[in-house]
């Protein structure tokens, strides 16, 4: 069975950094494309930023483009989201997804087809 499990979520003040994990099991994702996702209360849910299978081409939302960086360790099956200068409107869940059918790094939610559970990212101004 496979399962995706965020970490490192947490409160923050503004101008501060987090750093989330995603852990997965029951399948290696080394040739699948990695992506973050958030999603705020009353909103829908949002793209991040995402990966290639190799950490070789990523792309950001220009929200979070130039303070957010992902990145991902194959041997450790896992794709981190290392979020720097925070303000309150990074506020949200953020979810970890992994795309095993599309080739690339993609940033629309219907292109991933397995999804963590979300971790809460709350930013205080």
């Known amino acids: 069975q496979v399962q995706l499990v965020e970490s490192g979520g947490g409160l923050v003040q503004a101008g501060g950094s987090l750093r989330l994990s995603c852990a997965a099991s029951?399948?290696?994702?080394?040739?699948?494309?990695m992506g973050w996702f958030r999603q705020a209360p009353g909103k829908e849910r949002e793209f991040v930023a995402t990966?290639?299978?190799?950490?070789?081409?990523?792309y950001y939302a220009d929200s979070v483009n130039a303070r957010f960086t992902i990145s991902r360790n194959n041997a450790r099956n896992a794709v981190y989201l290392q979020m720097n200068s925070l303000k309150p409107e990074d506020t949200a869940v953020y979810y970890c997804?992994?795309?095993?059918?599309?080739?690339?790094?993609?940033?629309?939610?219907?292109?991933?087809?397995?999804w963590g559970q979300g971790t809460q990212v709350t930013v205080s101004s």
């Open positions: 029951g399948r290696t994702f080394s040739t699948s494309a």
């Open positions: 997804a992994v795309a095993t059918d599309i080739y690339g790094a993609p940033s629309t939610t219907n292109a991933y087809n397995y």
């Open positions: 990966i290639n299978w190799s950490g070789s081409y990523t």
